[in-house]
């Protein structure tokens, strides 16, 4: 399994939080989880990028959007990261606008997805669901913010000098 591509555990938790939904693929890419969210039930997929994106196969319900993500605003109910880009670029001030935060990436094992500052944001909201994984950590955050202790994902996250691993073979 490669990076971005969730287990099939995963893909079954992800379900359960896009069916219905109105997902934002932030960072879409080839447009894989795109697909993947309206396939599993999304009633709408927003894929936004700020690189060309290959074609989304036209029977399913995704609408491309290429722009920086500073540039955009409409709400998002589902951000969906995965493998988060590691500068700065906008990406916060989406992931604080959103209700529910699906997070697929890895930052432990001395590999980092995302910012620090993306990491404190993160760090504030409710974990729905922990799916640690090999290749890809799942999380998915709630709208609430509560004070909790932090996740290993988290930790690795706001920490780029240190390596901290779940101790996977």
């Not at 060309?52 to 491309?64: G, N, R, V, W, Y």
Request: with cysteine; hydrophobic share 40%; net charge negative.
């Amino acid at each position: 399994m490669s990076c971005g591509r969730p287990n099939p555990v995963q893909v079954a938790c992800i379900r359960k939080f896009v069916e219905g939904r109105i997902v934002s693929d932030l960072g879409a890419g080839d447009l894989l989880l795109s697909h993947l969210c309206a396939v599993l039930g999304a009633t709408k997929v927003i894929a936004i990028d700020k690189e060309t994106m290959p074609e989304a196969d036209i029977s399913l319900p995704i609408e491309q959007v290429r722009c920086a993500f500073r540039y955009y605003k409409r709400n998002i109910d589902v951000a969906l990261l995965s493998w988060p880009i590691n500068t700065s670029c906008g990406l916060e001030a989406l992931v604080n606008r959103a209700e529910i935060v699906i997070y697929l990436g890895k930052c432990t094992d001395g590999t980092i997805c995302g910012t620090p500052r993306l990491w404190s944001h993160l760090v504030r909201r409710e974990v729905l669901l922990l799916s640690p994984d090999r290749t890809n950590t799942l999380i998915v955050y709630g709208p609430s913010r509560v004070e909790r202790a932090l996740l290993l994902e988290e930790h690795a996250g706001l920490d780029d000098n240190n390596w901290y691993t779940y101790g996977e073979s």
